[in-house]
Each structure stands twice: as structure tokens, then as C-alpha cells.
């Protein structure tokens, strides 16, 4: 079982955008529209931010979008502000008779 | 309001045993996959393990088949986590969340419950 493959870190300054890639295999993200994104404050429940590789919950910020090509799903943030720094996973549902679901590594986000 | 509110977690030394549980309100709970995702410290999140609604189809990490036994009790609007054998790499925060769709993907989470194993 494999974790999906995301970036430790990123950084970007107030206003830029940035993207966060997460890289799986066609028993994940390739083979299913099923991609997932969290955002994590430490200290806090993860919060859905993209769900079906680009929809948007209600009440998430139109600044957050996803994307996927082939098995590399990717989360782009617009207009960056200092409360988007925290940790983003992503995450796929994943085709076996014994698993559901795997998570990327994570990545730190640092708004400079 | 969607609440899921994890309880049962505490210190408990190598071999033992915990049982951790997530109370839930707000939505209509026997149609929900329910899931257990974990965070280790300094770590970043794994899935343990998500049991569908009527609590046929259940799967596991690796790292925990054989040791967790996930359940739920549809009568309660709750989910438990039964964790045997405990190892100090089961150290941890656990999540409780929900999936609306059954697609893997976890809508509302609980704030979470400590886990610590420790001699």
C-alpha cells in the first residue's frame, strides 16, 4: 500500500498562486474521478476542500481548484492569503478487495 | 449541524488494548461510509480503515488488519474502533469522518482523540 506522491513543501507569497501535485498509479488516481483534498491546521480536523477531483464543497473559497491528468491529480490556490498556510493532503479512492482509500504524503504549505 | 465526536482514547502500554468510538448527529448515518483516518506525530494522515453503511463491506489498512475490528451501530448513529495488540507505532491522532457517496472521499471529521502507546 503505497502513499500517493505530493511534494514536502511549497511556498508562495500573498496574492501568487501555487500548485500542489500528487502523483499515484492507475489502481488510484488514473483509474477513478475520486480524488480528494484536505486542508490540515495543525490542532484542527481536516477540512474537505476539493472532492471529485474539482468540485467544491459549499463554502470553500472558489480560490482553491483541482485538476487530473492521466494518474497525477493536481490542487492549484489563487491569491494566496496567510490562512492558506497549513498542510494539504490529497487522496484516492483506490481499486482492491482489501483497501479504500490512500492518502498523498502531504505537503507544507508557507506563505512567505 | 453535521458532529462527529471521537471519545476513548488515553495512554495504554505495548500489547494492550483500546476501544475508541464516534458519536455522530446531523445526517442520516446508516446511508454514510464511515472511515478512521490516523496521524502519528510529525507524521501526515493515514487511512485505517472505513466501514460502509450497513456494515458489509469493511476494509483495512495493512498496517492494522488483524489487530483493529471496525464497527458500527446504526440504532446509536455511532462507529467504534475495537484496536488490539498495539503497537508504539499506533501512536496517534484518530479521526472519525464520513463519506456522503461511498466514493472515498470524507465530507465532515471529528476533531479527533490521542492515542498513546507507551511503556
Known amino acids: 500500500q503505497s502513499a500517493l506522491t505530493q511534494p514536502a513543501s511549497v511556498s508562495g507569497s500573498p496574492g501568487q498562486s501555487i500548485t500542489i501535485s500528487c502523483t499515484g498509479t492507475?489502481?488510484?488516481?488514473?483509474?477513478?474521478?475520486?480524488v480528494s483534498w484536505y486542508q490540515h491546521h495543525p490542532g484542527k480536523a481536516p477540512k474537505l476542500i476539493i472532492y471529485?477531483?474539482?468540485d467544491r464543497p459549499s463554502g470553500v473559497s472558489t480560490r482553491f481548484s483541482g485538476s487530473k491528468s492521466g494518474n497525477t491529480a493536481s490542487l492549484t490556490i489563487s491569491g494566496l492569503q496567510d490562512e492558506d498556510e497549513a498542510d494539504y493532503y490529497c487522496?484516492?479512492?483506490?481499486?482492491?478487495?482489501?483497501?479504500?482509500?490512500?492518502f498523498g504524503g502531504g505537503t507544507k504549505l508557507t506563505v512567505l | 449541524d453535521v458532529q462527529l465526536v471521537e471519545s476513548g482514547g488515553g495512554l495504554v502500554k505495548p500489547g494492550g488494548s483500546l476501544r475508541l468510538s464516534c458519536a455522530t448527529s446531523?445526517?442520516?448515518?446508516?446511508?454514510?461510509?464511515m472511515t478512521w483516518v490516523r496521524q502519528a506525530p510529525g507524521k501526515g494522515l493515514e487511512w485505517v480503515a472505513s466501514?460502509?453503511?450497513?456494515?458489509?463491506?469493511?476494509f483495512y489498512a495493512d498496517s492494522v488488519r488483524g489487530r483493529f475490528t471496525i464497527s458500527r451501530d446504526n440504532a446509536e448513529d455511532s462507529m467504534y474502533l475495537q484496536m488490539q495488540t498495539l503497537r508504539v507505532e499506533d501512536t496517534a491522532i484518530y479521526y472519525c469522518?464520513?463519506?456522503?457517496?461511498?466514493?472515498?472521499?470524507?465530507?465532515?471529521w471529528g476533531q479527533g482523540v490521542r492515542v498513546t502507546v507507551s511503556s
Open positions: 492507475s489502481s488510484d488516481i488514473g483509474g477513478y474521478d475520486y
Open positions: 487522496s484516492s479512492y483506490i481499486n482492491s478487495n482489501t483497501l479504500y482509500v490512500v
Open positions: 466501514i460502509n453503511g450497513g456494515g458489509s463491506d469493511i
Open positions: 471529485e477531483v474539482s
Open positions: 446531523g445526517f442520516l448515518f446508516d446511508t454514510y461510509t
Open positions: 469522518a464520513n463519506d456522503p457517496y461511498n466514493n472515498g472521499w470524507f465530507h465532515s
